[in-house]
């Protein structure tokens, strides 16, 4: 058996549906890109690292189990990722199991785990501790002190003493010369590495598309962490990053370790990422970044996720700059309605203007991903009704290679979850426990009573799912051209025309 200073392990949400006959399936597989940075840090500072992402040593052979993985190594800490509420139950399944299996000191972290760092520690004895907010220098700080007989002098740190739970006092917020050192590239520390980035996507599953295994693989870059505004959904938002990391506005990491990070994906063969950092409607900092990596020529295809609009300049740099074999510019406006998208939108913009960028996108020649979502604060069935209005718009006058309707999911730490009354917001969903029993009734196969977490003012969880299922019948029917789907869509069109 192999000692082992840190092994970090990722826990992919394993379900069971009854339509399969009740199988061990896996979804939400994406790993947070700081994993491989911190088990690098600690590596480069002379302690022992693995990584195992336990969704795809289970994709790759199905009878893996993660106690597997202690008849292999003895660690002495087990490092477990909860950034996502997704892994709720997984994460906290997995630190029972470690604590069965050894004597490692368990620490989790990730935004999930610092909102619900109390919580977490009053209910799980198998976690010693949560390290919140950033969290590179803080582990590195945690291995230097683990002998010690206290771990008060490790920033950012709830841990579990023989006298109950403390919190230490100092603080890390990593800028952009920490960010600068990372080296997100060292592959070698996740075991089945390739594999991963051969079936994972940018949504954060498996990739449906089984043919594109041998075609495609894909890989997030790291470009920056913080925001600017504050959608009312979402916990990655300016008032989130200042309550979880202290961070008060965005950091980029520096332009040359993206390029090289970029350059290094291309040496290992990945060819498409994804980049999802964009908070700022002036882009120079990608303008300069482009140019950098056309004088390097660097080759690699890439999603973009807009957060706001972006003019003809953009739109020519970006298409000069990625290989065109799957890149595409990704566009999120929620809502057709203007008045709802004002209500719930950090970054605003009218149809009108959607329309004009949109026409620039196909006059360029780009690819374009257009989302919308249901559930939004403010949304009744009429508003709803201007959503698939502008969906159809779009589908007859523009070649959209992606265009979805999702409804929103309860985000533990967005502006509606933390003040639900001001949004219109009638929650479900509550605390740390609800987000574990959720996922746990999910991999015990047990239907959950609610797929959403809330009501709102304006429309019930069941209206709210039944909204996106009439938009994603609507976009099936433009598919097929049958107009008995595209017909039930209709009504609601009707309704916001009135």
């Known amino acids: 058996m192999e000692e082992i200073d840190c092994l970090f392990i990722h826990p992919s949400t394993h379900y069971r549906s009854q339509a399969q006959d009740m199988k061990d399936l896996i979804t939400f597989i994406t790993m947070p890109m700081g994993t491989i940075a911190m088990a690098d840090l600690l590596y480069a500072n002379g302690y022992s690292t693995k990584i195992y992402h336990t969704g795809i040593e289970q994709v790759y052979k199905r009878s893996f189990i993660v106690e597997d993985l202690f008849s292999q190594h003895d660690p002495k800490v087990v490092g477990i990722d909860l950034h996502w509420y997704v892994h709720s139950y997984d994460a906290m399944r997995i630190a029972d199991i470690v604590k069965k299996q050894s004597d490692a000191f368990v620490v989790i972290g990730g935004f999930t785990s610092t909102f619900f760092s109390q919580e977490i520690m009053a209910n799980f004895d198998s976690v010693d501790a949560i390290i919140r907010g950033d969290a590179e220098i803080p582990l590195l700080e945690l291995m230097k002190n683990l002998s010690k007989d206290t771990l008060e002098e490790v920033p950012n740190l709830t841990y579990r003493t023989k006298h109950g739970i403390k919190t230490s006092k100092g603080v890390y917020i990593a800028d952009e010369e920490d960010l600068g050192k990372l080296d997100y590239t060292n592959f070698e520390l996740l075991s089945n590495y390739d594999k991963y980035h051969r079936v994972t996507t940018q949504a954060g ?140 939108k950090g970054f605003y913009y009218t149809n009108d203007q959607i329309h004009q960028w949109l026409e620039t996108s196909r006059e360029e020649y780009i690819p374009v991903e257009v989302y919308f979502a249901s559930g939004l604060s403010g949304e009744t069935q009429e508003n709803f009704g201007e959503t698939l209005e502008l969906a159809r718009s779009i589908l007859e006058k523009y070649p959209i290679i992606s265009i979805t309707c999702n409804s929103i999911q309860m985000e533990p730490g ?69 107009w008995d789907l595209i017909a039930k869509g209709e009504d609601l069109i009707k309704i916001a025309k009135v």
């Not at 566009?331 to 203007?338: A, N, R, T, V």
């Not at 977490?453 to 709210?464: C, L, P, R, S, V």
């Open 205 to 344: 599953d498996l990739d449906p598309y089984g043919w594109k295994l041998h075609l495609k693989r894909m890989a997030w870059v790291p470009l920056g962490r913080g925001c600017t505004v504050n959608c009312s959904y979402c916990s990655g938002g300016n008032k989130g990053h200042c309550s979880l990391t202290g961070r008060d506005k965005p950091v980029y990491h520096p332009k040359e370790q993206v390029v090289s990070i970029l350059a290094r994906f291309e040496e290992v063969g990945i060819d498409s990422t994804y980049m999802d950092f964009d908070p700022y409607v002036d882009r120079s900092w990608y303008h300069e970044l482009f140019e950098m990596m056309r004088v390097e020529g660097v080759d690699i295809s890439t999603e973009f996720a807009l957060w706001s609009l972006t003019d003809r300049a953009f739109a020519r740099d970006f298409k000069r700059t990625f290989n065109p074999l799957y890149s595409t510019l990704v566009l999120s406006p929620e809502s057709g309605s203007e008045d709802v998208r004002r209500r719930n």
């Open 414 to 482: 967005g502006p509606w979850y933390i003040d639900p009354g001001r949004y219109g917001i009638r929650p479900k969903w509550k605390g740390f426990m609800d987000y574990y029993n959720l996922f746990k009734a999910s991999a015990d196969g047990i239907p959950p009573r609610s797929q959403l977490g809330y009501d709102t003012d304006w429309q019930t969880e069941q209206e709210i799912l039944g909204n996106s299922i009439k938009f994603n019948e609507m976009l099936e029917g433009f598919a097929l051209g049958r």
